[in-house]
């Protein structure tokens, strides 16, 4: 059976869907039989990055397709090593129902108040939900270069009573550039966030590994 892991969120812009394909790259450039179910039918952002990266030739390949229902995505699960979800840029319904199939549910988050705590709010839905606390883990995406704003964040994170990934996704043009030609953020020509990309992606393989 296939591990599955959600990436999800309580409002968009904070990184989900960058996650979702940077965490799918990683696993299938060491060999994995990957998917990317798509969750976000209006905005298919990663459907359309796949398309992307089909037109420059760009490998490993990575399967995403788009569907309308955690249930259809699930009856397409078993043929695949992983699937990894890209749900809606909001909490809803199906949000729960992701949590509830995967093996490990990451949440972006901004460093800002106005991310941390709808984030948090989401996590505290999903527990009283009967979701496993220990699934849950918190990823800091679009962050600054001030070390102590993003430590405040870690902290604010880990007083709410959650893990959060090693590392930090910074706000970066470049990450930006590589997604518009189909690229994931580990796959850029700049060490240095590459590095830091790699090890928020390393971060989640350790934790999935230590889940599934």
Same mark, same amino acid.
């Not at 969120?9 to 968009?12: D, E, L, P, V």
């Given at each position: 059976m296939a591990l599955q892991i959600g990436a999800i969120?309580?409002?968009?812009g904070v990184g989900k869907s960058s996650i979702a394909r940077l965490i799918a790259r990683e696993y299938a450039v060491a060999g994995w039989d990957v998917?990317?179910?798509?969750?976000?039918?209006?905005?298919?952002?990663?459907t359309n990055w796949k398309q992307r990266r089909e037109q420059n030739g760009i490998q490993p390949e990575i399967a995403v397709e788009p569907f309308r229902t955690v249930t259809q995505a699930?009856?397409?699960?078993?043929?695949?090593d992983l699937v990894v979800?890209?749900?809606k840029p909001h909490s809803n319904r199906e949000t729960l129902e992701i949590a509830q199939a995967c093996n490990l549910v990451v949440l972006p988050t901004g460093l800002s108040l106005d991310d941390l705590m709808p984030s948090v709010l989401l996590a505290h839905e999903l527990v009283e939900a009967k979701i496993d606390k220990a699934k849950i *883990?918190?990823?800091l995406c679009r *962050?600054?270069?001030?070390?102590n704003e993003i430590d405040e964040a870690r902290e604010y994170v880990r007083k709410a009573g959650y893990q959060i990934l090693a590392g930090s996704i910074p706000e970066k043009t470049a990450? =930006? =550039?590589?997604?518009?030609v189909g690229k994931a953020m580990t796959e850029i020509s700049f060490l240095s966030l590459r590095q830091r990309a790699?090890?928020?992606a390393q971060s989640v393989i350790d934790r999935l590994s230590k889940e599934g």
């Open positions: 969120s309580q409002k968009g998917k990317i179910a798509d969750l976000d039918i209006a905005q298919a952002t990663s699930l009856k397409h699960a078993s043929v695949y979800f890209d749900g *883990v918190f990823a *962050v600054g270069d001030r070390d990450y =930006r =550039r590589a997604s518009d790699e090890e928020v």
